[in-house]
């Protein structure tokens, strides 16, 4: 257990779950390089490089890390890969003297940084696919729910909530349909070696079996290779990675950002949830602050920074290789993947217990929506022979007229402006102006679209789990 004695990283217990902890945690990290250093020599062993009982050697100490002595090799010798490499051989005093043979560092850690990610990506395919879910389900309750639609901030037309809905599950969809992509697409560096030739290889079993050497070391580590690498992998694959899982806070971010507009007292159509005993403020005891819609604004912001720094390490790696991508990738990695888990969990939260409030989205529709049943009169009127520039003009004074009306908290007066106007009236009659303002029969086909999502993300569901 960790002590708060000294700095601890947020993501070392405040974000991120217990499942992603341990995939980035260091003594996964240093279990996978013994278990590629044992398979390895598995390998190895097919080509008469290593003997049974080298071979059983390593095979029954390749769990016991010892990550204390591996640290005090290392404050010696300044370098993590050998420490491990060092406290792995001294336990194994017949089959230590192996390891390693023909490999470089990379091969070890670029190969272990790809099965993390994988790991990583299961977990992140999963809890974005709980998300999809919930989604689904509200989407199709709300898709008929009419709710005001908002452009520049401003009310403007009607839409659906589950149309609303609908348009962030679209871009996780996305998202998750990528991750798929991703998992199946995913590269390790392969046995390369130090430029990326496999040239020490080629010394030891001979360069006629350095494809049938790397292709048993795909099926016993369930990896495909890159063809062609230098001392790492390809950093792009990084950087396609990190922009997916920004993809994914972007998708939240805004769902979010949107939440926290709509709980504003000023409209209150929606709210995050609120424990009983839950405290919205140190020092207003009023307070309904949206807290986790804040803290996924937050994180998103931060992870949506990643993508730069990958990309750096791509471009900027010199020839073969540099070492300047190291030092960030032990952050940056790790903690891309803690944020979108965090961001992943607490939207899952917040879209389960999210609270709606149809009393007022009724007021809002009620006060709001008449305005946009303007633009339908002026069709109307256009179509029934009106001039379109004076119908235009009439209906922008009407209208402002009864802005000033709502914003003295009174009643929109904008329909009756309307049909009492006898201009208006001379092409269409008072009913069928009053046609022309009902909510319903403009939503277009808001409700169908909604619906088409909704099965789209259980026919992707079906499919993939």
């Given at each position: 257990m ?6 601890l ?7 991120g ?28 062993a ?58 470089t ?44 639609g ?5 009310p ?31 590269k ?29 070391l ?15 992998y ?8 990190l ?27 929606m ?6 005993s ?26 949506a ?29 790790p ?30 529709l ?15 009127l ?10 235009h003009?009439?209906?922008r ?6 802005w ?21 009236k ?15 029969t ?24």
């Open positions: 960790f002590n708060f004695d000294t700095y990283s947020p993501f070392t217990w405040r974000y779950s217990p499942e992603m902890r341990q995939i980035w945690s260091e003594e996964n990290k240093r279990l996978l390089w013994r278990e590629i250093w044992y398979n390895l020599a598995r390998v190895q097919e080509f008469g490089l290593v003997d049974n009982d080298q071979l059983a050697d390593l095979g029954e100490h390749v769990q016991q890390v010892d990550i204390a002595r591996s640290l005090q090799i290392e404050a010696e010798i300044h370098h993590d890969l050998m420490a491990e490499l060092r406290a792995f051989a001294e336990q194994c005093p017949v089959g230590g003297g192996i390891l390693h043979a023909g490999a560092s990379m091969d070890i850690e670029d190969n272990a940084d790809v099965i993390r990610i994988r790991q990583a990506l299961d977990v992140i395919f999963q809890k974005i696919n709980k998300i999809l879910s919930i989604f689904a389900v509200k989407i199709t309750d709300w898709a008929e729910t009419p709710v005001l908002f452009t520049h901030l401003q403007a037309e009607p839409t659906t909530l589950g149309y609303r809905m609908a348009f962030y599950a679209q871009d996780l969809l996305q998202a998750a349909q990528s991750i798929k992509e991703m998992l199946d697409s995913l390790g560096k392969g046995f390369k070696g130090a430029v990326g030739t496999g040239a020490a290889y080629a010394e030891l079993i001979g360069s006629d079996n350095l494809a049938i050497f790397e292709e048993r795909s099926q016993l580590l369930g990896l495909e290779f890159y063809l062609v690498t230098n001392q790492t390809p950093r792009k694959q990084d950087y396609d990675l922009c997916l899982l920004s993809g994914i806070g972007l998708a939240l971010n805004k769902f979010a950002f949107d939440l926290r507009f709509m709980q504003t007292p000023a409209y209150g159509e709210s995050e949830p609120f424990g009983k839950q405290v919205g403020s140190s020092a207003m005891p009023f307070k309904r602050n949206p807290v986790q819609s804040e803290k996924i604004n937050s994180l998103a912001r931060m992870l920074q990643m993508p730069g720094l990958a990309w750096q390490n791509g471009a900027s790696s010199l020839l073969e290789r540099t070492l300047d991508d190291n030092a960030n990738r032990r952050t940056i990695l903690e891309s993947f803690l944020i979108c888990d965090e961001l992943l969990m607490t939207a899952t939260t917040i879209l389960d217990g999210l609270q709606v409030n149809f009393e007022a989205i009724e007021r809002d009620e006060k709001y929506t008449p305005f946009a049943g303007t633009e339908r009169l002026l069709m109307a256009v179509k029934a022979g009106a001039d379109r520039q004076e119908m003009h009439r209906l004074k009407a209208s402002l007229a009864a000033d009306s709502v914003q003295k908290s009174e009643q929109n007066p904008l329909i009756d402006l309307v049909t009492s106007d006898p201009v208006f001379r092409y269409l009659s008072k009913d069928q102006m009053l046609d022309l303002f009902e909510i319903e403009y939503l277009g086909d808001a409700s169908r679209r909604a619906i088409l999502l909704a099965d789209k993300i259980n026919e992707f569901q079906k499919r993939t789990l």
